[in-house]
């Protein structure tokens, strides 16, 4: 199963009273002297009764909602109706900006992978993955941004008008991120709309908060007073007040559509509010017939179970065709027998789970799947905050397994014999992210990736569902994405076109012209950057 240590390993522990309930609120770190709640991690030492206890690590803040409305309040001077410092300083200047704000995050790397190991429970090399993964992206953004703006930078000349069209900032950015990457997806949103001239309040996840406040002397001297501030709570306390007050012009949310909808709800003006979210998935894998068995196991054993299967991409229901059903359940659950656990830093491929009662939930799910006619081919048990991960087959259309994402690791299977089966639950599911087609023949895979292609964003041919690489397009239809997230596209998310226009006179042409060669304009100019 999975033996817990008697305590924490020195190179692994992390001070945390470095950081101990600190937020960020214009331009200045704050230490909160009100109510606090405890981070403990799901990693467990042995107790005074020896049995494993999770390893407590400090206080966190839990902000009020004067404390959040005086957090908005600050973000939204920092906007002063597009006039502040940041929203108008020269892209240049905003790309330097970034720059020192990456370097202090690669400075404190180490921090940042323990944090992440300790409260979330994510493998060493997994960690070392998000925290790299997430600066090269901003990188990345830093050079999409150079060159939107030297496309910019040309006039358009058309129908007798000459014009210059920027995209701009859309105002203050309320951004929260989720647990399973705490770091990388809330950066992906954060970064490319404070990178555009949007000001930013950062909500950080219940699990995944202590990971952000390394960050927070690389926010404060990085960037103007209020264009960062990040605050920590109960969602309900601090969230509401903030939806509710209007002053959020766009809703960037990694989450459940359950909540994105109660927060959109909130918003007294919804019209004015602009939503790119991420949200649930229940991506199928279908094993074809034609099928190399051995390597579909090996994507699907992945796929379903990287980080304990609590990724939104995460493979959470395959159909094995009727013919190789017994042959791949039987790889399949020998696969995920195999596969290693252990504590983060160990090189393991399943650790425990950050969410209290999560066990439980995923025994509940199985044992629904098993009361509906299924087996238990692997795993399904559980010791304090581990769950050994669940092969379940035959998994029925009633059971919860069946349409619900499970977030966690248990792998259902079921069946098909006909491909209109695979199109008839898409069609049914509230979903509809990826889907990954396993088989050798193309023409039951075109056929398939033509039925499909309508019905969801990105089909992956004998290879897992994931996000990467940052520069492909990752959405979702239905309840599973609002708005679509790539380095690129992020830029276009977080802002609006805008343009100025006049007609194409002489008279006005010399205007433009000595606007331009004389530099008195930040938008209307042909400077671009290398
Ligand atoms: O949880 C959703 C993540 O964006 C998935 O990213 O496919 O790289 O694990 P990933």
């Given at each position: 199963m999975i033996s817990f240590p008697a305590e924490l390993p020195a190179h692994a522990a992390v001070d945390t009273t470095r950081w101990e309930r600190q937020w960020l609120c214009d331009g200045e770190i704050r230490t909160w002297t009100g109510a606090t709640g405890r981070v403990l991690s799901p990693v467990c030492v042995a107790g005074p009764d020896g049995a494993p206890t999770p390893v407590d690590l400090g206080p966190v803040a839990m902000l009020d909602r004067a404390a959040a409305l005086e957090a908005l309040a600050a973000a939204r001077t920092a906007w002063d109706h597009g006039r502040g410092a940041w929203p108008t300083m020269r892209v240049g200047e905003r790309i330097e900006r970034m720059q020192t704000f990456v370097a202090g995050m690669r400075a404190v790397r180490e921090d940042l992978v323990r944090l992440l190991m300790l409260e979330i429970g994510k493998t060493r090399a997994d960690s070392e993955?998000?925290?790299?993964?997430?600066?090269?992206?901003?990188d990345d953004t830093i050079a999409a941004l150079k060159e939107l703006d030297r496309t910019a930078a040309r006039f358009t000349v058309t129908g007798g008008f000459v014009g210059q069209i920027r995209r701009s900032p859309l105002g203050v950015v309320l951004c929260m991120g989720p647990f399973n990457y705490p770091l990388n997806e809330t950066f992906t949103t954060l970064i490319p709309a404070l990178l555009m001239g949007n000001t930013i309040v950062s909500k950080l996840p219940r699990f995944g908060q202590l990971v952000h406040l390394p960050l927070l002397p690389a926010f404060r001297d990085a960037f103007p007073r209020g264009a960062v501030n990040v605050i920590q709570g109960d969602g309900p306390t601090v969230i509401g007040p903030i939806m509710e007050s209007g002053d959020v012009d766009c809703l960037a949310f990694i989450g459940?559509?359950?909540?994105?909808?109660?927060?959109?709800?909130?918003?007294?003006?919804?019209?004015?509010?602009?939503?790119?979210?991420?949200?649930?998935?229940?991506?199928?894998?279908?094993?074809?017939p034609s099928a190399?068995?051995?390597?579909?196991?090996?994507?699907?054993?992945?796929?379903?179970?990287?980080?304990?299967?609590?990724?939104?991409?995460?493979?959470?229901?395959?159909?094995?065709?009727?013919?190789?059903?017994?042959?791949?359940?039987?790889?399949?659950?020998?696969?995920?027998?195999?596969?290693?656990?252990?504590?983060?830093?160990?090189?393991?491929?399943?650790?425990?789970?950050?969410?209290p009662g999560k066990a439980a939930h995923l025994t509940a799910l199985v044992d629904d799947a098993v009361a509906h006619g299924a087996r238990v081919l692997a795993g399904g048990s559980s010791h304090a905050t581990f769950f050994r991960p669940a092969v379940v087959y035959p998994v029925a259309p009633a059971a919860r397994l069946y349409q619900e994402e499970q977030f966690g690791p248990v792998v259902p299977v079921t069946t098909f014999r006909d491909l209109g089966e695979i199109d008839q639950f898409m069609r049914t599911s509230a979903y509809g992210q990826q889907v990954a087609l396993f088989g050798q023949d193309p023409r039951e895979l075109a056929t398939l990736v033509d039925a499909l292609v309508n019905s969801v964003c990105r089909i992956n041919l004998n290879t897992q569902c994931r996000r990467g690489p940052d520069s492909f397009p990752f959405t979702g239809r239905k309840d599973s994405a609002e708005g679509t997230l790539s380095v690129t596209d992020a830029l276009r998310a977080f802002t609006i076109r805008t343009v100025v226009a006049t007609t194409a006179t002489d008279a006005n042409q010399d205007l433009v012209g000595e606007i331009v060669t004389r530099r008195l304009s930040s938008f209307l100019s042909t400077d671009f950057l290398f």
């Amino acid at each position: 199963m999975i033996s817990f240590p008697a305590e924490l390993p020195a190179h692994a522990a992390v001070d945390t009273t470095r950081w101990e309930r600190q937020w960020l609120c214009d331009g200045e770190i704050r230490t909160w002297t009100g109510a606090t709640g405890r981070v403990l991690s799901p990693v467990c030492v042995a107790g005074p009764d020896g049995a494993p206890t999770p390893v407590d690590l400090g206080p966190v803040a839990m902000l009020d909602r004067a404390a959040a409305l005086e957090a908005l309040a600050a973000a939204r001077t920092a906007w002063d109706h597009g006039r502040g410092a940041w929203p108008t300083m020269r892209v240049g200047e905003r790309i330097e900006r970034m720059q020192t704000f990456v370097a202090g995050m690669r400075a404190v790397r180490e921090d940042l992978v323990r944090l992440l190991m300790l409260e979330i429970g994510k493998t060493r090399a997994d960690s070392e993955t998000e925290v790299d993964r997430t600066a090269i992206y901003i990188d990345d953004t830093i050079a999409a941004l150079k060159e939107l703006d030297r496309t910019a930078a040309r006039f358009t000349v058309t129908g007798g008008f000459v014009g210059q069209i920027r995209r701009s900032p859309l105002g203050v950015v309320l951004c929260m991120g989720p647990f399973n990457y705490p770091l990388n997806e809330t950066f992906t949103t954060l970064i490319p709309a404070l990178l555009m001239g949007n000001t930013i309040v950062s909500k950080l996840p219940r699990f995944g908060q202590l990971v952000h406040l390394p960050l927070l002397p690389a926010f404060r001297d990085a960037f103007p007073r209020g264009a960062v501030n990040v605050i920590q709570g109960d969602g309900p306390t601090v969230i509401g007040p903030i939806m509710e007050s209007g002053d959020v012009d766009c809703l960037a949310f990694i989450g459940t559509s359950r909540v994105a909808n109660i927060l959109k709800r909130q918003h007294p003006r919804p019209n004015r509010l602009r939503c790119i979210t991420g949200l649930e998935a229940k991506n199928p894998a279908v094993i074809l017939p034609s099928a190399d068995l051995d390597a579909a196991v090996k994507e699907c054993t992945s796929g379903a179970l990287s980080f304990n299967g609590q990724r939104c991409t995460a493979i959470k229901l395959i159909f094995a065709h009727a013919d190789i059903a017994e042959a791949f359940t039987a790889k399949l659950a020998a696969a995920v027998d195999a596969l290693p656990a252990g504590m983060p830093w160990d090189k393991v491929a399943l650790t425990p789970l950050p969410e209290p009662g999560k066990a439980a939930h995923l025994t509940a799910l199985v044992d629904d799947a098993v009361a509906h006619g299924a087996r238990v081919l692997a795993g399904g048990s559980s010791h304090a905050t581990f769950f050994r991960p669940a092969v379940v087959y035959p998994v029925a259309p009633a059971a919860r397994l069946y349409q619900e994402e499970q977030f966690g690791p248990v792998v259902p299977v079921t069946t098909f014999r006909d491909l209109g089966e695979i199109d008839q639950f898409m069609r049914t599911s509230a979903y509809g992210q990826q889907v990954a087609l396993f088989g050798q023949d193309p023409r039951e895979l075109a056929t398939l990736v033509d039925a499909l292609v309508n019905s969801v964003c990105r089909i992956n041919l004998n290879t897992q569902c994931r996000r990467g690489p940052d520069s492909f397009p990752f959405t979702g239809r239905k309840d599973s994405a609002e708005g679509t997230l790539s380095v690129t596209d992020a830029l276009r998310a977080f802002t609006i076109r805008t343009v100025v226009a006049t007609t194409a006179t002489d008279a006005n042409q010399d205007l433009v012209g000595e606007i331009v060669t004389r530099r008195l304009s930040s938008f209307l100019s042909t400077d671009f950057l290398f």
